[in-house]
């Protein structure tokens, strides 16, 4: 079992900035890519950005350049930077890990940090 705790959401004007942050905790040691997911209102939930165990990053296209993604890995914890954000950026956002390797992996995810941006 792996348990992901996320927080740092908010209210924040446009243009502004939020750092999320998910700290793991439980059998972690199997875990080999985190990240975080979104879920707007009436959408699917999407990719934000993940990160390996050894640093490599995958980013939407979207959010490339605007969030970085990084892990303190002696914090068990992935940190979400988000700069220059915009309305649609307003969603729920959920940390997620991989555990395992297929065909034995298995996903783990947050309880999900609101993030509001205003205009």
């Known amino acids: 079992q792996v348990q992901l705790v996320g927080s740092g959401g908010g209210l924040v004007q446009a243009g502004g900035s939020l750092r999320l942050s998910c700290l793991a905790s439980g059998s972690i040691a199997s875990v080999n890519v985190m990240g975080w997911y979104r879920q707007a209102p009436g959408k699917q939930r999407e990719l934000v950005a993940t990160i390996t165990s050894d640093g490599r990053t995958n980013y939407t296209d979207s959010m490339e350049g605007r969030f970085t993604i990084s892990n303190d890995n002696a914090k068990n914890t992935v940190y979400l930077q988000m700069n220059s954000l915009k309305p649609e950026d307003t969603a729920v956002y959920y940390c997620?890990?991989?555990?395992?390797?297929?065909?034995?992996?298995?996903?783990?995810w947050g309880q999900g940090t609101q993030v509001t941006v205003s205009s």
């Open positions: 997620y890990a991989k555990w395992g390797y297929q065909p034995d992996a298995y996903d783990y």
